[in-house]
């Protein structure tokens, strides 16, 4: 094992009924007066929102309830929940939800805590914020690891850019994990959730540091259960072990416990940004489309790093490890195409792009060639124009949805899970 820094220091109240016990969660994180944060409905229309209500008021909490957080989260929403509830004495923000209403949570309670202008000022990196007050998670959906991380991601819809922001201040102080709250979840969401958790932990996994046994046997048994039961929950949405198996993933996959001892990677997960910044398309579709792309881009830099991933999680038994690698990349590929998900962005709700939009994605993504992303394999503009080109590929929308009719790209089926 290299050397590493780990701390972690979320609660998880993890089963079924555990929304039940949020009020003394509260309590114990030294709440009295909390802000509820939640997305489109969902946990109204389910009646989580009541029993969460209905917790807290056993316990004495005052709270302010607010709606609204949309996909991929905005900037500005983020700001304006600060200022709307900033004389309010609020003590814990809590978030009842999934990753989107997570990360919006984590920015207003860094807002609440400090001056005006600190949200806008963390997320463009002027300045490094040390303080945030508690954050607390009653978690909807198997997909972000928000509920695990330090990390918060928000889109500025004037420039389209996705911002993020990491300080262990942002690390919620408890996560409520009843899997049975996944049981409404449609189909898109629970497909781009599971391809979500996937590449959190394919991500860290590739990296150019050798050794890290354990850290490796653990990222290859996650994605081993993921492949498993990603499926399982698709065609059988109230199937406890499916739900619940993808629900600890989730969590385990973002902690940072799968990638201990090395750096991790995250180019697909930057230059993704890019595709659900500009064009809305959630987050874990983003990642499927761009992975082939990737790994075709990338993967001779360590072919036996693909080749193990390759023997390990999919069990393919080819000794050459060039054909062990390309192997494995058609696996992630032929398995995300399996959840219904896109690979290619003429696949996708976008479809396929002129060569002035691929260009301007790199250019953004690069920051005006000004920075490079990733470490297994550093990419420059021009590797990452030529991925954007190499993913400017597949079949149109049209015949996707013929072939996965109970699976389409519906943006309104996943603004329903927020």
Not at 158 to 187: G, S
Request: hydrophobic letters at 40%.
């Amino acid at each position: 094992m290299q050397a590493f820094t780990y701390y972690v220091p979320t609660r998880r109240v993890f089963g079924p009924g555990t929304e039940g016990s949020v009020g003394k969660e509260v309590r114990a994180a030294g709440g009295s007066r909390i802000l509820i944060l939640y997305g489109g409905g969902s946990a109204v229309r389910s009646g989580l929102l009541d029993r969460v209500l209905d917790s807290l008021q056993a316990e004495g909490v005052a709270h302010f309830l607010k709606g609204g957080v949309q996909p991929n989260p905005l900037l500005r929403y983020a700001l304006e929940i600060s200022a709307e509830y900033r004389d309010k004495g609020i003590d814990l923000v809590l978030a009842v939800g999934g990753g989107s209403v997570i990360d919006t949570a984590k920015a207003v309670a860094l807002g609440l805590a400090g001056p005006a202008d600190t949200i806008e000022n963390a997320f463009a990196g002027k300045a490094a914020e040390e303080d945030a007050l508690p954050v607390g998670v009653v978690l909807t959906i198997a997909a972000s690891g928000s509920e695990s991380s330090a990390v918060s991601v928000l889109t500025d819809d004037r420039t389209h850019e996705k911002l993020v922001y990491e300080h262990p201040c942002l690390l919620p102080r408890f996560a409520i994990m009843n899997p049975e709250l996944t049981y409404t979840t449609p189909p898109l969401p629970t497909a781009c959730g599971t391809a979500d958790i996937m590449m959190h932990t394919i991500e860290r996994y590739f990296a150019p540091v050798d050794g890290n046994a354990a850290t490796d046997a653990l990222a290859e048994a996650l994605l081993r259960t993921v492949i498993r039961f990603g499926p399982v929950a698709l065609e059988r949405p109230e199937d406890y072990e499916a739900r619940s198996e993808l629900m600890w993933c989730g969590s385990l996959s973002h902690t940072g416990l799968t990638g201990l001892g090395r750096p991790s990677d995250f180019s697909i997960h930057q230059l993704g940004h890019g595709l659900s910044g500009r064009y809305g398309v959630p987050h874990g579709m983003s990642l499927t489309i761009l992975w082939q792309a990737w790994a075709e881009t990338v993967w001779e830099t360590d072919p036996a790093r693909f080749a193990r991933l390759g023997r390990t999680v999919f069990g393919i038994r080819e000794a050459d490890n060039r054909k062990a690698a390309q192997a494995a990349i058609g696996a992630v590929t032929d398995y995300f195409r399996r959840l219904g998900l896109p690979t290619s962005l003429g696949q996708s709700p976008i479809g396929t792009l002129s060569e002035e939009e691929l260009t301007e994605l790199a250019l953004a993504c690069s920051r005006n060639r000004s920075r490079t992303v990733g470490c297994f394999r550093p990419l420059g503009y021009s590797e990452m124009l030529a991925v954007y080109r190499a993913a400017n590929r597949g079949t149109d929308k049209k015949t996707l949805e013929a072939e996965s009719p109970e699976r389409d790209c519906h943006q309104k089926d996943y603004d329903s899970s927020i």
